[in-house]
C-alpha cells in the first residue's frame, strides 16, 4: 500500500495545470453552450442600452433645453422609461440563467467526481483521510460555483464590449489608439508576474484548507475517543495550529489578488494621463480635436474596464485553478481495479472455487502477504478459515471478490479468472459480510433492503429471522422503521452485526462470506443463528472465518492459515487426529473454559 | 468549561446575528477602525478624480494654459496610486479582520462540539458538523470581511452624494430621494423572502456533506454490494436538491433584482424628465444639472447594488443562525462549578476519617452502583438499566455477561460519565461520577469501545495518545507488548512508524482492538474497562493478554465485557445481565454452581468447543 496521508501532510500535486485543464473545464461548459450565448447576447444589448443613457442625456443638453422643448422631453422620458423596461426584462432573464447555467455545470461536475469515486478501489479511500475526498466533491466544486456561471458570461460580453470599443478608437484616429495602447504590454507583464505567484499561493492554501478539512473530520469521528482519553485541550491545539496555518495561507493568497486591482488602475490612470497629455501637446504626429481628445478618454475608461473585468476572471480562474488541479486530479486517478476489455459476464456462480498458487503483496516490491496458496472447493461445500489474526485470511477472501488483484496465479470461479468477468457480474453474486460492520442512517429496513434494493417487506424479515435478529427489532420503539443514526451508534455491536448479517443474507448470495460476523454476538444468540446458518449454507459455497471454533466445526473442509500459507486443512475430525496447529488452538481454547471446571461436571 | 471558550455563548442567546459576532471582532476593532480610515482616503480620492479631469478641460484645453498639463497629469496618477494603496491596505485590514473573527469563533465551535455528550453525536451527522465548521463558518468570514466594506460604501456613497445633490438643488435631490421608501420596502421584502432559502441551501448542504462523507466511509460496503449504481442514484437526488434549493434562490433574486435595479435605474429618469422640466422651467441652471447628473452615478449604484448585498447578508445570517445552534447545544453532562474544590476537599476528609492515604489527584478505582436506572435522554420510555445495584473494590476485576442489547456498554459509560443515571447514583471512590471534574475522571476511567477509533497517524502516534508524546518509546512498546500487539507491529514494514489510516482501516479487526487496548494501556488509567475489546482477537492471544494485564506495575480495577466466558471467568464479581437488569451475580465457581444462566451459557461454549463426538457435553 501505498505511503498514507494524514492530515498533517500536504499532499504533492503530480501535475500543473494547463490549457489543457481549462479546456476541460469548457467540456462541462459545451452542453450549455446554447445557453450561455444566449445569456451573454443578452448581456450584450443590456450593455448597448446602458450606453445609449448617455447619449439621450447630451440629447436633452444640447437640443430639449436650449429649445425649451417639453414635448421632446417627454418623448425623451418616454424612450427611456422603454429602455429601462427593456433593460430591467433582460436583468430578468439574467438572474435566473447564469445560476441555471452555473448550477447546471457545478451538478455535472459534481456528479462525475462522485460516480468517479466509487469506482476507485479501497486502497484510494484507505490512504488518505476521508475529509480529503469530501472537501473536493463538496467544497471544491462550490468554489468554482461564480467563476463558471457569471465569470464566464460576463467575460463573454466583455470581450465583445472590448472589441468593438477598439474598432470604434481605431476608426476615429488609429494613431491616437495606438499610443492608448502602449502601456498594454505593461499590463500583461504585471497579470503574468502576479499569476505564477498567486498560484503558488493558492495551492498552497488549498493544501492547507485540504488539512484542516480533514483533521475537522477526524476530530468529528473521533470525539468519543478523545473524550475518552480526555484529551480535548491537545486536540484544541493541533486545530487551532491547522487553522492558523490556512489564516497565514490565506492572508498570503488574497495579499497577492489583491495586487491585481491596483495595478490594472494605475496602468488605467497613466494611460489617461499620456492620451490628455499626447492628445494636447501634439505628441507623436497626433493631431486631435477637443471633441475627439474628450471622446477619446470616455472611451479609454470604457476600454479599461472590459479589461479590469477581464484581470478580475483571469484572477478568479487562477484561484481556481488551485481547486481545479485538485479536482481533475481525482478525476484522473485510475481505478487499479476495472473491468478488462472485453470482459464477459460471469454465469450465474454453481460454486466451484480455485485458488492457484497465489501469490499476493500489496506493492510490487513489498512483502508477500500470500505466499502459494493454493485449493480447490466444489459448489456447496463451506471453507472455514481459522489462524492467527493478521495470517492473511481476510485477503484471501478480499480476492474472491477481486477487491485486490492476485499479484502472481489465479482466482477462478468455475473456471472463470475472476479477471476476466465484469466486476458487477461477479460482486453481485458473492455476499461478503465484513469484519466492519457498517450501518447506513436511516431505517432498520432500509439497512437490511441495501442487500436487496427490491426486496419486499415480508423478504426482509425473513432474512431478519433467519439470524435472529428480529426479536431485537421487533422491541425498537418503531420497529423495523426505528431509525438508526449514522454509523448506528444508537445499537449495540452484536445488533449492528445481526443487521449486517441479515443484509447480506437478503441478497441471497451464490457465495457467501462471513468474516467475524459473530464476534460480538453472545452464546445464546449464536446458538439460535447457527439453526438458521445451517440452512443457509447449504448448496452455497461459503467461507466462514472465525475465531471462536464452535463456529466452525460443521465446516466441510478447514484451512488452518499462518504467515500467508495454508498450513493444515481437512475436516474438523482429520485436523484433530494430525494434532498440530489446529489441534493445539483447539485444545487451548477448550482448556481455557475448562482451566476451573471442576464444578460443571 | 465555558472559561476556555472566547465567548460565553449564553449571554447572547437573544440578540441579532450581528451583536452575537460582535464579540468575536471586537479585538480586531482598531483594525477596522484603521481600515476606516484609509477606506475614507479611498473613497476621498475617488471623488477627486473626476474634478482634476475637470480641471484638465476647463484650465488646459478651453483657458489654454498647457503648462499646467504636466503637473495636473502626475497628480492624475499620485491620486490613483494613493488610493490604490489605500484600497489594499483597507482590503488587506478587512481581510485580516475577518480572519482573526473567524479564527476565535470557529475556535469556539471545536471546542464546543468536544463539550458535547455522546447523545448529541448519536443524533447528529459527521457531515452536518463539517459543514457548520466550513462553508458556514467561511460563509461568515465573507460577511465580517467584505460584505461589510461593501455595504459601508454603498451607505457612504449613497448619503454623501445626496447631501451633495441637496446642496446642488433640494427639489430635484428630493425628487430621487423619494425612491428611498420603495429602496426599503423591497429590501424588506426581499431579505424575508431570502432568509428562509438560504437557511433551506445550507441545510441541504449539509444533507449532501452528510451523504458524500457516509458514502465515504461505508465504501467497502458499498463495494460488496455493487450498490455504486443506488449511491450514485441517491447522490444525485440529493445533488439535485441542492441545485433545486440554489433555483429556488435564483427565482427569489429574478422576483426582486430587475424592481430593485429598476429603482436605480429610474434615478436617471427622474433625473432626465424633472431635472430636465425644471431647467426648462428655469428654476435650475443647467451647469447645475450637468454636475448633478455626474454625481448620479454615486447614488444609483448603490441602490442597484442592494439587492444583492441584501442576498450576501441573509446567507450570513442563514449560517449565523446553524453555527448558533451548535454552539448553544446544551450538553447534558456539565462539570459541576466547583467540581475541582469539593472533590479535593472530600478526598482529604476521606483520608484523615479513614487513615487511607489519597490523594484527589489519582483515583484509587472503586466503584459503586447504586440502584442505577438508565433511559437515554431521547427514548425516556425504554429503560435500558434497570435497578443495577453492586460494588466493585478498588483494584478487582468485574466481568460482565449479557445478551446482545441487554445493556453492557450502557453500564460501563455511566462509569467514564458519559451519560448520567436517570435514577439512582454512580459513585467513583465513594464520590457521586456527577462531582468528579470531567477531564480527571475520564483521563483515569479508560473505556476500550467495541468501535475502536484510530486517528490517521502512526501507531506509535495511536498508542501515546493519551500520553502526548510524554513517555518514551520504550513505554509505548512496553504496553503494546502487553496488549500482545507488539509482535505484529514489528511484522510491519515501519514497525511503529507504520501510519494508519482513519479509523485504522488496513488493519484486521483483532489488531485494531488490540492496538486500541494498548492504547488505553499507556494512558494508565485506574480504571480499565474493555467492551469487548477481544472479540476479534484469536484465544490464544487472548489468554496471553490477560496474563500480562495482571503483571501491570500499578492495581487497576479492571471492568471487561465479553461473551467468552474465558474472558470473565478470572473476574472477582461476575454480572449476569438480560435486559438491563442483573439476573446473576457472584464468581465463575458460584454461577456454575447455581446452575442458572451463565451455568447455560458455560455449557453451550464448553459443549460447543468440544464438540458431542468428544462427549463433553450432554
Redesign the interface.
Known amino acids: 500500500m501505498a505511503q498514507r496521508n494524514t492530515f498533517r501532510e500536504d499532499e504533492e500535486l503530480e501535475e500543473q495545470i494547463n490549457v489543457h485543464d481549462l479546456l476541460r473545464v469548457a467540456r462541462y461548459l459545451k452542453p450549455y453552450l446554447g445557453r450561455v450565448l444566449r445569456v451573454a447576447l443578452v448581456v450584450v444589448l443590456m450593455s448597448v442600452i446602458a450606453v445609449t443613457v448617455p447619449y439621450l442625456t447630451k440629447v436633452m443638453i444640447d437640443e430639449t433645453i436650449p429649445h425649451r422643448d417639453l414635448r421632446q422631453l417627454g418623448v425623451l422620458v418616454g424612450i427611456l422609461a422603454a429602455l429601462i423596461v427593456l433593460f430591467e426584462c433582460g436583468m430578468r432573464y439574467r438572474t435566473l440563467e447564469i445560476t441555471r447555467v452555473g448550477q447546471l455545470m457545478l451538478k455535472d461536475m459534481r456528479r462525475d467526481l462522485f460516480t468517479h469515486v466509487q469506482s476507485l478501489p479501497f486502497s484510494y479511500f484507505d490512504s488518505r483521510p476521508h475529509g480529503k475526498i469530501l472537501i473536493r466533491i463538496v467544497n471544491y466544486v462550490n468554489t468554482l460555483s461564480d467563476t463558471l456561471s457569471s465569470g464566464v458570461i460576463n467575460v463573454i460580453a466583455d470581450v465583445f464590449t472590448f472589441l468593438i470599443t477598439l474598432v470604434v478608437m481605431f476608426a476615429i484616429d488609429w494613431r491616437m489608439t495606438l499610443w492608448s495602447l502602449v502601456l498594454f504590454p505593461l499590463l500583461l507583464l504585471w497579470v503574468r508576474v502576479l499569476q505564477t505567484f498567486q498560484r503558488r499561493a493558492y495551492q498552497k492554501l488549498s493544501n492547507k484548507q485540504s488539512n484542516l478539512n480533514a483533521y475537522i473530520h477526524e476530530s468529528i469521528a473521533g470525539v468519543k475517543t478523545t473524550q475518552t482519553f480526555a484529551q480535548e485541550r491537545a486536540q484544541f491545539r493541533t486545530f487551532q495550529e491547522q487553522q492558523n496555518d490556512v489564516r497565514t495561507a490565506w492572508m498570503k493568497a488574497v495579499h497577492i489578488q489583491f495586487l491585481m486591482w491596483p495595478g490594472v488602475q494605475t496602468i488605467a490612470t497613466m494611460t489617461i494621463a499620456f492620451i490628455y497629455y499626447a492628445g494636447i501637446m501634439g505628441f507623436g504626429g497626433v493631431s486631435v480635436s477637443t471633441g475627439v481628445l474628450i471622446a477619446f478618454v470616455g472611451y479609454a475608461n470604457n476600454f479599461w474596464n472590459p479589461v479590469i473585468d477581464l484581470g478580475n476572471f483571469y484572477n478568479q480562474l487562477i484561484t481556481c485553478s488551485a481547486y481545479l488541479e485538485r479536482i481533475f486530479e481525482t478525476l484522473d486517478v485510475r481505478p487499479e481495479i476495472t473491468d478488462r476489455p472485453g470482459a464477459a459476464e460471469l454465469p450465474p456462480i454453481k460454486g466451484k472455487v480455485d485458488f492457484n498458487d497465489v501469490v499476493f503483496r500489496y506493492e510490487p516490491d513489498g512483502r508477500n502477504i500470500l505466499n502459494l496458496v493454493d485449493f480447490h472447493i466444489e459448489p456447496g461445500e463451506t471453507v472455514a478459515l481459522v489462524g492467527p489474526t493478521g495470517a492473511g485470511k481476510t485477503t484471501i477472501v478480499s480476492l474472491l471478490s477481486r477487491f485486490y488483484d492476485v499479484s502472481e496465479g489465479s482466482v477462478t470461479i468455475d473456471g472463470h479468472d475472476v479477471r476476466d468477468v465484469t466486476l458487477d457480474s461477479l460482486r453481485r453474486q458473492m455476499g461478503v459480510m465484513l469484519q466492519d460492520t457498517f450501518i447506513f442512517s436511516g431505517t432498520v429496513r432500509e439497512n437490511i433492503r441495501y442487500g436487496k434494493l427490491d426486496a419486499t417487506d415480508e423478504e426482509i424479515e425473513a432474512a431478519a429471522k433467519a439470524v435472529r435478529a428480529h426479536e431485537f427489532i421487533m422491541e425498537l420503539p418503531d420497529g423495523y422503521d426505528s431509525v438508526v443514526e449514522e454509523r448506528g451508534s444508537t445499537l449495540s455491536a452484536g445488533q449492528r452485526q445481526l443487521i449486517s448479517f441479515a443484509r447480506v443474507l437478503l441478497a441471497d448470495p451464490r457465495v457467501l462470506v462471513l468474516d467475524e460476523a459473530t464476534s460480538s454476538i453472545d452464546t445464546r444468540t449464536e446458538e439460535a443463528l447457527q439453526d438458521g446458518l445451517r440452512h443457509l449454507l447449504k448448496n452455497r459455497t461459503s467461507f466462514i472465518i472465525a475465531h471462536r471454533l464452535s463456529t466452525i466445526e460443521n465446516a466441510h473442509e478447514i484451512f488452518y492459515i499462518d504467515h500467508g500459507q495454508i498450513v493444515e486443512h481437512g475436516s474438523h475430525e482429520e485436523l484433530l487426529r494430525q494434532r498440530g496447529a489446529y489441534y493445539r488452538l483447539y485444545e487451548s481454547q477448550y482448556a481455557m473454559i475448562r482451566a476451573h471446571t471442576g464444578a460443571v461436571d | 468549561m465555558c472559561a476556555?471558550m472566547y465567548v460565553d455563548q449564553t449571554r447572547n442567546l437573544k440578540s441579532g446575528n450581528l451583536k452575537w459576532i460582535m464579540p468575536y471582532c471586537r479585538p480586531d476593532l482598531p483594525r477596522v477602525a484603521a481600515a476606516f480610515v484609509l477606506f475614507c482616503v479611498n473613497n476621498t480620492m475617488a471623488m477627486i478624480?473626476p474634478l482634476l479631469?475637470g480641471l484638465?478641460?476647463d484650465r488646459?484645453?478651453t483657458q489654454g494654459h498647457?503648462s499646467e498639463?504636466?503637473r495636473?497629469?502626475?497628480m492624475?496618477?499620485v491620486?490613483?496610486?494613493v488610493?490604490?494603496?489605500s484600497?489594499?491596505g483597507y482590503?488587506?485590514w478587512m481581510?485580516?479582520f475577518g480572519?482573526?473573527s473567524v479564527?476565535r469563533l470557529?475556535?469556539d465551535e471545536?471546542?464546543k462540539?468536544?463539550?458535547?455528550d455522546?447523545t448529541y453525536?448519536?443524533?447528529t451527522?459527521?457531515?452536518d458538523?463539517?459543514?457548520r465548521?466550513?462553508?458556514d463558518t467561511d460563509a461568515i468570514r465573507h460577511g465580517l470581511s467584505w460584505v461589510s466594506y461593501q455595504v459601508a460604501d454603498c451607505v457612504v456613497m449613497f448619503i454623501g452624494a445626496l447631501a451633495v445633490m441637496f446642496v446642488i438643488d433640494w427639489r430635484l435631490a428630493l425628487a430621487l430621494a423619494c425612491v428611498t421608501p420603495f429602496l426599503f420596502v423591497l429590501t424588506r421584502a426581499l431579505a424575508s423572502h431570502a432568509h428562509p432559502l438560504f437557511f433551506a441551501i445550507r441545510n441541504s448542504?449539509a444533507d449532501?456533506?452528510?451523504m458524500?462523507?457516509?458514502?465515504?466511509?461505508?465504501?467497502?460496503?458499498?463495494?460488496?454490494?455493487?450498490?455504486?449504481p443506488?449511491?450514485?442514484e441517491r447522490?444525485?437526488e440529493h445533488?439535485?436538491d441542492?441545485?433545486q434549493r440554489?433555483?429556488k434562490?435564483?427565482?427569489n433574486?429574478?422576483r426582486y433584482?430587475?424592481?430593485l435595479?429598476?429603482l436605480g435605474?429610474?434615478l436617471?429618469?427622474i433625473t432626465?424628465?424633472f431635472g430636465?422640466?425644471l431647467?426648462?422651467r428655469g428654476d435650475m441652471t443647467?451647469g447645475n444639472?450637468?454636475s448633478f447628473?455626474s454625481f448620479l452615478w454615486m447614488i444609483d449604484g448603490p441602490v442597484r447594488q442592494s439587492g444583492w448585498l441584501i442576498n450576501d447578508w441573509q446567507r450570513f445570517n442563514a449560517s449565523c443562525i446553524k453555527i448558533r445552534r451548535l454552539l448553544t447545544a446544551t450538553s447534558r453532562i456539565v462539570e459541576r462549578p466547583d467540581a475541582k474544590e469539593s472533590v479535593h476537599q472530600a478526598v482529604s476528609i476521606h483520608t484523615q476519617v479513614s487513615g487511607e492515604a489519597a490523594t484527589s489527584e489519582r483515583i484509587k478505582g472503586e466503584i459503586h452502583f447504586e440502584h442505577v436506572s438508565f433511559a437515554?435522554p431521547d427514548?425516556p420510555?425504554?429503560p435500558v438499566l434497570k435497578d443495577l445495584d453492586f460494588f466493585v473494590p478498588a483494584g478487582s476485576k468485574l466481568g460482565i455477561?449479557?445478551?446482545?442489547?441487554?445493556g453492557?456498554?450502557t453500564l460501563v459509560s455511566l462509569i467514564?460519565r458519559?451519560y448520567d443515571p436517570t435514577y439512582g447514583r454512580v459513585l467513583v471512590d465513594g464520590i457521586d461520577a456527577r462531582d468528579w471534574p470531567?477531564?480527571?475522571l475520564?483521563?483515569q476511567v479508560?473505556?476500550v469501545?467495541?468501535?475502536t477509533?484510530l486517528?490517521?497517524?502512526t501507531i506509535g502516534g495511536n498508542i501515546g495518545?493519551?500520553t502526548?508524546g510524554g513517555r518514551g518509546d520504550h513505554f509505548i512498546q512496553h504496553m503494546a507488548s502487553i496488549a500482545g500487539a507488539d509482535d505484529?507491529i514489528r511484522?510491519m514494514?515501519e514497525g511503529y512508524d507504520t501510519?494508519?489510516?482513519?479509523?485504522g482501516?488496513?488493519l484486521?479487526?483483532?489488531?485494531k482492538q488490540?492496538l486500541s487496548l494498548a492504547?488505553a494501556l499507556a494512558?494508565d488509567p485506574a480504571i480499565l474497562i474493555m467492551d469487548?475489546t477481544t472479540?476479534?482477537?484469536?484465544?490464544?492471544?487472548e489468554?496471553e493478554i490477560q496474563h500480562h494485564l495482571q503483571e501491570l506495575d500499578t492495581a487497576k480495577t479492571i471492568v471487561t465485557i465479553a461473551?467468552?466466558?474465558?474472558s470473565v471467568?478470572d473476574a472477582d464479581l461476575i454480572l449476569v445481565l438480560e435486559h438491563g437488569r442483573i439476573v446473576e451475580r457472584g464468581t465463575?465457581?458460584e454461577l456454575?454452581?447455581a446452575h442458572g444462566r451463565y451455568?447455560?451459557?458455560?455449557?453451550?461454549?464448553?459443549g460447543?468447543?468440544?464438540?458431542q463426538?468428544q462427549g463433553y457435553g450432554e
Not at chain 2, 458524500?212 to 455504486?228: L, M, P, S, T
Request: net charge negative; charged share 20%; glycine share 6%.
Open positions: 476556555h478624480m479631469s484638465i478641460v488646459v484645453i498647457v498639463l504636466m495636473l497629469c502626475v492624475m496618477v491620486v490613483t496610486l488610493r490604490v494603496i484600497r489594499y482590503q488587506m481581510e485580516r480572519q482573526n479564527f470557529v475556535s471545536y471546542e462540539l468536544h463539550q458535547l455522546f453525536f448519536n443524533h451527522r459527521t457531515g458538523i463539517m459543514s465548521m466550513t462553508s448542504l449532501l456533506n452528510s458524500v462523507e457516509e458514502n465515504i466511509e461505508g465504501n467497502r460496503v458499498v463495494k460488496a454490494f455493487v450498490r455504486e443506488y449511491e450514485i447522490f444525485e445533488n439535485d441542492y441545485m440554489n433555483m434562490l435564483a427565482m433574486s429574478r433584482m430587475p424592481w435595479d429598476g435605474f429610474s436617471q429618469l432626465l424628465g430636465g422640466f431647467v426648462i443647467l444639472l450637468v447628473n437515554f427514548e420510555e425504554t455477561l449479557g445478551e446482545t442489547g441487554a453492557k456498554s467514564a458519559f470531567l477531564d480527571m475520564r483521563s479508560n473505556v469501545a467495541q468501535d477509533f486517528f490517521s497517524d495518545f493519551g502526548r505484529f511484522s514494514p501510519i494508519v489510516g482513519e479509523r482501516v488496513g484486521s479487526g483483532g489488531q488490540r492504547r494512558d469487548d472479540s476479534a482477537v484469536d484465544m490464544e492471544t489468554a461473551h467468552r466466558i474465558s471467568k465463575h465457581e456454575v454452581a451455568w447455560e451459557i458455560y455449557r453451550k461454549q464448553l460447543l468447543q468440544s464438540g463426538s
